[in-house]
């Protein structure tokens, strides 16, 4: 049984460049959630993504955008990056339904320059 | 006051000692509360959820405090293996944002 994917697992990026990262979520789950950990701190929740949509945002700005497809894999989109941005960012996926038990993809280390 | 607090440690133990951590949460609405545990450089990884009456898993005991807006988890016989950093995790009902703690570092020593 496959657990959370993500791809790619280390990223360089440019100020103001765009990135595109991705998430495959374990068998059976069919929500997807995102979450920025920067060093030294607890995950911030990005969004989550239920059914093709965004259910629930947290406090991003909109340069952070996302998708989550039919067989609910799913994209997370950061628009005009800055130094900020950089850290580690998580996929975790669930079942639909309380207590929402998420399960974390290895993540995707961003680092801009 | 932050949502979720950890004391961030670390908590240098020797091998087979007894640690027991505990995370304040300041939303009474809260209804979902969970463990994590996150080695260095490595994702969360789901240690057990917290029930209200209390559960147990193997040395891994969790509690919740209702009144006190609290949880805990104690560790016995621990193992150089249980050096991680340990996440407190809290939702508010009718949400679906769990709310993370900055986490609480374990050093398990021989």
């Known amino acids: 049984d496959a657990g959370v994917t993500q791809s790619p697992t280390h990223l360089i990026k440019t100020r103001g460049q765009q990135v595109t990262l991705r998430c495959s979520p374990k068998s059976g789950h069919d929500t997807v959630s995102w979450y920025q950990q920067a060093l030294g701190q607890g995950p911030q929740f990005i969004f989550q993504y239920y059914e093709e949509e965004e259910r629930q945002r947290g406090n991003f700005p909109d340069r952070f955008s996302g998708h989550q497809f039919p067989n609910y894999s799913s994209e997370l989109n950061v628009n005009a990056l800055l130094l900020g941005d950089s850290a580690l960012y998580l996929c975790?996926?669930?079942?639909?339904?309380?207590?929402?038990?998420?399960?974390f993809g290895p993540g995707t280390r961003l680092t801009v320059t | 006051r932050k949502e979720v607090e950890q004391d961030p440690g670390p908590f240098n133990v020797p091998e087979g000692a007894t640690v027991a951590f505990n995370c304040t949460y300041s939303?009474?609405?809260?209804?979902?509360f969970f463990w994590y545990r996150q080695d260095c450089r490595k994702e969360p990884k789901l240690l057990m959820s917290v029930y209200s009456s209390g559960n147990e898993d193997g040395r891994f005991t969790a509690q919740l405090n209702r009144a006190s807006q609290y949880i805990s988890l104690l560790i016995r016989d621990s193992k150089l293996s249980d050096s991680a950093t340990y996440l407190c995790?809290?939702?508010?009902?009718?949400?679906?944002?769990?709310?993370f703690g900055r986490g609480t570092s374990l050093i398990v020593h021989p």
């Open positions: 975790a996926s669930s079942p639909g339904t309380e207590p929402y038990e998420q399960y």
């Open positions: 939303n009474s609405a809260s209804q979902s």
């Open positions: 995790v809290v939702k508010k009902g009718g949400s679906y944002i769990p709310t």
